[in-house]
Structures are given as structure tokens and as C-alpha cells.
């Protein structure tokens, strides 16, 4: 079974700033990694994922994240923030279960609130 | 290339109604999973949909069933519905794990 952990449900930046979201998973076999991103009524847009390779992540507008297995962390960051940033994130944690098959799991999710 | 596409979009029922909802998944993709978003929280797997069997489930009651057909597309039913019931319904198509696609989701209401 896997499990991922968001730490912070509520995140708040200023524009231009920093934009660090935690997430730390657990699984016992080797995971596939994602972050989503949904707006308002909206839902689920991938910001981006990591299956097997380079472990710095490149997403969608300006988002990447770095897959630290000792650490067992898939933190998501973006150099400075836009208000167009505001919305909710959701780390996931997608791990083969047997026969052919694949859970996709998900932490309980950040709002990122930008302020002007 | 059409992604991943649910219906109805919004609908309200009453407790102890049934409903059905649809989902169509992404061109090339098999595979259909369920999850609910409540209000405030993280999406929750119902179950897993794979060559028209239901292949893995979450911790949901029986009361929540589903069905999938040989073109891949899939419905999910609740019957004897609950307050609690009430959410954001996601459909998600993959392929082998690493390419999940969502859709936009049918929002439920129960009053």
C-alpha cells in the first residue's frame, strides 16, 4: 500500500516569491510520482510527473520538482509566483500493486494563495 | 484527440435515490478508475476498472457499483444515496500506470 503526506494545507506567498510545496510518500515498491493542480470547480490539470530517469522533474508553467528517494520526498517548486499560481495542489503517488496493476493515490492537497 | 469526458456535469438527486454516472475515456487507454472529491479534500479511490472487471477497490460501501463496457467507457452507481454522497466525481483513464488523464468530473448533489 502507499500513502502520500502534503504537509501544510494552507500555503500563502507573495508574487515574485517562492513557491515550495512538501509532499512526502511512502510505498514499498518503486513509484511513479505526480503533481496536479485543480482551480476552482474544476478538475484535475497534470503539472508534471516522474516515472524512471532524471530525478529534477520539468512541469507546465514554470513548476518542477526533484525526486529525492532517500528522502522519500517529491517537493514542487516554482521560482517566483504569479496569481495565476492560486489554486489547490495534489501530490499523487501512482505504485504497481500485482496483475497488471496501478493505484493511483492522493494526499489530501495545498491551497496556494498568492498576495499581491 | 478527445481526453477523458464525464456526464452529466452537475446533477442534484434526493437521499435514497440511485444515480449513474459516465465517463469516456482517453483514445488508447483501457484502463478507468473512480474517485470522489469532497468538499475541501483530497480525491479518494472507489475502485478500478480493467477489461470490464472491477480490478481493485477502495474503502467504499457495496452501495457504490460500476461496470465497464468493451469500448473501455465505464459508469459508476450509487444507490440509496446519503448526504455524505454528496461530492465532486472524478474519472480517470491510464495506460499501464504512468499516463492518467482526468476528466472534469460530475458534481453530485444530494439534498
Known amino acids: 500500500a502507499q500513502s502520500v503526506t502534503q504537509l501544510g494545507s494552507h500555503v500563502s506567498v507573495s508574487e515574485g516569491a517562492l513557491v515550495l510545496l512538501r509532499c512526502n510518500y511512502s510505498?514499498?515498491?518503486?513509484?511513479?510520482l505526480f503533481w496536479y493542480v485543480q482551480y476552482p470547480n474544476q478538475g484535475l490539470q497534470l503539472l508534471l510527473k516522474?516515472?524512471?530517469?532524471?530525478?529534477l522533474v520539468k512541469g507546465i508553467n514554470g513548476f518542477e520538482a526533484e525526486f529525492k528517494k532517500s528522502e522519500t520526498s517529491f517537493h514542487l517548486t516554482k521560482p517566483s509566483a504569479h496569481m495565476s499560481d492560486a489554486a489547490e495542489y495534489f501530490c499523487a503517488v501512482s505504485a504497481y500493486s500485482g496483475a497488471g496493476s496501478y493505484q493511483l493515490t492522493f494526499g489530501k492537497g495545498t491551497k496556494l494563495s498568492v498576495i499581491p | 484527440d478527445a481526453g477523458v469526458t464525464q456526464s452529466p456535469t452537475h446533477l442534484i438527486k434526493t437521499r435514497g435515490q440511485q444515480v449513474t454516472l459516465r465517463c469516456s475515456p482517453k483514445?488508447?487507454?483501457?484502463?478507468v478508475s473512480w474517485y470522489q472529491q469532497a468538499l475541501g479534500q483530497g480525491p479518494q479511490f472507489i475502485f478500478q476498472?480493467?477489461?470490464?472487471?472491477e480490478r481493485q477497490r477502495g474503502n467504499f460501501p457495496d452501495r457504490f457499483s460500476g461496470h465497464q463496457f468493451p469500448n473501455y467507457s465505464s459508469e459508476l452507481n450509487v444507490n440509496a444515496l446519503l448526504l455524505g454522497d454528496s461530492a465532486l466525481y472524478l474519472c480517470a483513464s491510464s495506460f499501464w500506470g504512468v499516463g492518467y488523464t482526468f476528466g472534469s468530473g460530475t458534481r453530485l448533489t444530494v439534498v
Open positions: 516522474y516515472t524512471t530517469g532524471a530525478t
Open positions: 483514445s488508447g487507454h483501457d484502463t
Open positions: 510505498s514499498s515498491v518503486p513509484p511513479y
Open positions: 476498472y480493467y477489461e470490464e472487471e
